[in-house]
T-cell receptor
Framework: EAQVTQNPRYLITVTGKKLTVTCSQN?????MSWYRQDPGLGLRQIYY???????DKGDVPEGYKVSRKEKRNFPLILESPSPNQTSLYFC??????????????FGPGTRLLVL | QKEVEQDPGPLSVPEGAIVSLNCTYS??????FMWYRQYSRKGPELLMY????GNKEDGRFTAQVDKSSKYISLFIRDSQPSDSATYLC???????????FGPGTRLSVLP
């Protein structure tokens, strides 16, 4: 089944404790992206990647890191999480490198609470 | 001013009604316009996309883009309870790399 998977789905952590949220897609997609979703603010793009080893900042990259060492994986790293990073996180992928006009497939989401 | 504005709702309509969902935006560089549907506790899924100005129809759904007014709409005809979800507009420019989403409108279609 073609899908985007994220792990973990739920995570409670404390301020300053490094964490990684994994994202994997099995559709051989070029483009991958991370979003956070907050009430009243909608989805905001954190980072995106057009291909292996090619990443760029979205609208809200502060406090996050990403890497794209393999085409299928795009982990999101929070080096020192803070309470304002409490949010619902989505990973997405699309076939084309640009993402323009392409269908983005979203993962099921990761709900993060930082105490 | 936010880059993309959308009436947050919630919006409740009876089954069979015509629903109009709207977004306004400020960046004239946007060329691709998308509507996503998000059911509770799920990731968004692409419903429709249009390029530049004009209309696009797909079954009960019609997307309209008016670039001169920086205004996009999604119409749902003969709405069904299964249409109950949050609807997000999204857009990006010709480079297509950086997506901007509206905050979403929560729709409830009552049987």
């Amino acid at each position: 089944e073609a899908q985007v998977t994220q792990n973990p789905r739920y995570l409670i952590t404390v301020t300053g404790k490094k964490l990684t949220v994994t994202c994997s897609q099995n559709m051989n997609h070029e483009y991958m992206s991370w979003y956070r979703q907050d009430p009243g603010l909608g989805l905001r793009q954190i980072y995106y990647s057009m291909n292996v080893e090619v990443t760029d900042k979205g609208d809200v990259p502060e406090g996050y890191k990403v890497s794209r060492k393999e085409k299928r994986n795009f982990p999101l790293i929070l080096e020192s999480p803070s309470p304002n990073q409490t949010s619902l996180y989505f990973c997405a992928s699309s076939l084309a490198a640009t993402g323009a006009g392409e269908t983005q497939y979203f993962g099921p989401g990761t709900r993060l609470l930082v105490l | 001013q936010k880059e993309v504005e959308q009436d947050p709702g919630p919006l409740s309509v009876p089954e069979g009604a015509i629903v109009s969902l709207n977004c306004t935006y400020s960046n004239s560089a946007f060329q691709y316009f998308m509507w996503y549907r998000q059911y509770s506790r799920k990731g968004p899924e692409l419903l429709m996309y249009t390029y530049s100005s004009g209309n696009k129809e797909d079954g009960r759904f019609t997307a309209q883009v008016d670039k001169s007014s920086k205004y996009i709409s999604l119409f749902i005809r003969d709405s069904q309870p299964s249409d109950s979800a949050t609807y997000l507009c999204a857009m990006n420019d010709n480079y297509g790399q950086n997506f901007v989403f509206g905050p979403g409108t929560r729709l409830s279609v009552l049987p």
